[in-house]
């Protein structure tokens, strides 16, 4: 099975956050693969809008009955997951 990849930018806050989930909902819905794998490794500052937007894609996949896979979290990002209670949502893949 072939996985769509999609790529979190440097710069993930409040200012661009509805643009930035705006863009890969897109991405999930127009991909023809059913499973999405969003990487976070070039993500360098962000605030609590990422878990946001990670949640809005899961949920986009979610109603589009795909599978999303969520790679190479920052330290700081998994910390802020467990913070607001939602690291259970957010697993990363190997």
Excluded: W
């Excluded at 979190?8 to 409040?14: F, G, I, M, S, V």
């Excluded at 991405?27 to 499973?35: G, R, T």
């Excluded at 990422?50 to 896979?69: I, N, P, Y």
């Excluded at 910390?79 to 259970?88: F, K, R």
Aim: proline share 3%.
């Amino acid at each position: 099975m072939s996985t769509a990849r999609l790529i979190l930018p440097a710069d993930l806050r409040h200012g661009n956050a509805a643009a930035c989930l705006a863009q890969l909902q897109v991405q999930i819905q127009n991909s023809p693969e059913q499973e999405v794998e969003i990487e976070a490794g070039q993500l360098a500052n962000f605030d609590s809008s990422a878990l946001a937007v990670l949640l809005g894609c899961r949920r986009q996949a979610e109603s589009l009955t795909k599978t999303l896979k969520f790679k190479q979290f920052p330290v700081k990002l998994r910390e802020l997951a467990t913070l607001y209670g939602v690291s259970e949502l957010l697993v990363e893949s190997a």
